[in-house]
């Protein structure tokens, strides 16, 4: 079992547990001061997951309810946070509630935020479940939902009172969420961690299904995030270093009207960005080809055939632009970000985003028959 404490902006140290069988240490971290649980999954996983985690949670306090949600980004709105709070009010939860977040990101971020605001805030508990949320939603305290304006424009930072990761949840999760979480464990061995990087080299084949390297593959992968968010946790700045392949992601994930789904999008991203940063910062030329290799090897794109026009407008809109400028989160090498002295983030032409665009685009055509 991997114990480690992540340190919340108010000083105190939170504990994260993360092994086979972490959930079973629920009673032992529950926050001593809550006297009811609201648990609070999406459908799928409450029909999956949830009657192991009820039983826990009987054992821990005399109250315990249990709400769940339609699956989906779609759920991630003020309409279901307001849904999910009006029903937490019904039952007569009160300060004393702890909300237990079990699922992936997008419960971790709703029910986050619930806990966030409800009767002024209460704490929560992570429990997630999709690769993605294991190696990075559940870990920096972010919560929000998305509005008409974009995604996770509404939110609170949250730090949960514990975060419990049990990688034999992953057997269950579809292939294709799999693969998304993959994406993000690439982009934290990228942004920190070159043994990481290594390890998905290595065992990439293996990787692609769930097995008994899980709990290495997130531990390392959430190492690199809490040590990113330790030194920046309410996002002023080296933060920024989390955005490695997401600028060009983004675009592609909102240019595609979502049909491409975040991780893969951010896959290509990354692929795309590497090759900027070979450009513009000196990234070496053999580990954007590894890069590369990888992305491939886990079954991950690194090309898309739209043409760069249709990315463009988004690319414009983009937060991390000043001046009007494009800036992205480059590495300077594997596991090192460049940037150190600006931000974290380096100006780029648009021209030179274009042809990286584009030399991704006429690799793809090439290799079609
Ligand atoms: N707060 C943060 O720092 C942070 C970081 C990264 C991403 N996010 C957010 O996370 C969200 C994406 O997370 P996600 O990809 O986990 O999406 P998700 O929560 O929608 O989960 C994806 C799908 O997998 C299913 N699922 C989850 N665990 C399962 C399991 N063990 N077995 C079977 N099915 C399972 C869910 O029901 C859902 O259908 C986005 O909204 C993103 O903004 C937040
Ligand atoms: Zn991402």
Not at 2 to 19: E, K, N, S, Y
Not at 41 to 63: F, K, S
Not at 123 to 139: F, G, K
Not at 294 to 311: K, M, N, Q, Y
Request: glycine share 10%; charged share 25%.
């Amino acid at each position: 079992m991997i114990r480690l404490r992540v340190r919340a902006p108010d000083g105190t140290r939170r504990p994260l547990l993360l092994g086979p069988g972490a959930l079973e240490h629920l009673r032992r971290l529950w926050p001593r001061e809550a006297r009811a649980a609201a648990l609070i999954a999406d459908r799928n996983v409450m029909r999956l997951h949830g009657a192991p985690v009820l039983r826990l949670l009987r054992r821990c306090v005399p109250l315990v309810r249990a709400f769940a949600f339609p699956p989906g980004e779609r759920s991630k709105t003020r309409a279901t946070k307001a849904d999910l709070e009006d029903r937490m009010l019904a039952e007569g939860l009160g300060r004393d509630t702890c909300v237990v977040a079990l699922g992936g990101g997008v419960t971790l971020d709703l029910a986050g935020f619930v806990a966030a605001t409800y009767l002024r805030g209460v704490p929560s508990l992570l429990l997630p479940t999709s690769l993605l949320a294991q190696l990075d939603a559940s870990i920096g305290g972010k919560t929000g939902v998305d509005v008409p304006a974009g995604k996770n424009l509404v939110g609170a930072f949250h730090f949960p009172a514990a975060v419990l990761i049990d990688p034999r949840v992953l057997r269950t999760l579809p292939e294709r969420e799999r693969r998304c979480g993959l994406t993000e464990a690439v982009k934290h061995a990228v942004v920190g961690d070159p043994a990481l990087f290594r390890l998905l080299e290595r065992r990439a084949p293996h990787l692609r299904r769930p097995g008994p390297l899980d709990a290495a593959l997130v531990g390392a992968a959430v190492r690199v995030k809490l040590a990113v968010v330790a030194r920046d946790p309410l996002e002023h700045g080296p933060r920024a270093v989390l955005n490695f392949g997401h600028t060009v992601g983004h675009a592609l994930e909102a240019a595609s009207g979502g049909r491409v789904p975040h991780g893969l999008a951010v896959a290509v991203g990354m692929a795309v960005e590497a090759d900027v940063a070979v450009t513009q910062c000196g990234f070496p030329a053999a580990d954007r080809d590894r890069l590369r290799n990888l992305l491939a090897r886990l079954g991950l794109p690194a090309g898309h055939p739209l043409p760069f026009a249709r990315l463009a407008p988004f690319l414009a809109a983009d937060k991390k632009n000043r001046r009007g400028a494009l800036r992205l989160a480059l590495p300077a090498r594997l596991g090192r970000m460049a940037g150190s002295r600006d931000g974290w983030t380096v100006p780029v032409d648009s021209s030179a985003l274009r042809e990286a665009w584009d030399r991704r685009r006429t690799a793809l055509r090439g290799r079609s028959p």
